[in-house]
C-alpha cells in the first residue's frame, strides 16, 4: 500500500496513536479467552509503545520471560 501511494507514509505515526488503544482492547480480550492474561503483566500490554518500523516491518516481540 505505500509503495503505490508513498505519501500516506506522514500518516502511519497518528494512525498508530490512533488505532493502539483499540488493538490493545482487542490483544487482552484474545488473552483473556485463552486464559493467558494473567500471565502476562496488564501494564506492560498497555504501555508498550510501538514504532512506525515495527508496524510496518517484520518484527515480533520478544518471547515474555516464564
Request: charged share 30%; glycine share 6%.
Amino acid at each position: 500500500m505505500l509503495g503505490d501511494s508513498p505519501s500516506l507514509r506522514s500518516e502511519v505515526l497518528r494512525l498508530i496513536e490512533k488505532e493502539t488503544p483499540r488493538a490493545v482492547q482487542l490483544a487482552i480480550l484474545d488473552l483473556e479467552e485463552h486464559g493467558e492474561f494473567e500471565r502476562m503483566a496488564p501494564p506492560t500490554i498497555r504501555g508498550a509503545p510501538y514504532t512506525e518500523d515495527q508496524v510496518l516491518g517484520d518484527w515480533f516481540p520478544d518471547e515474555p520471560m516464564r
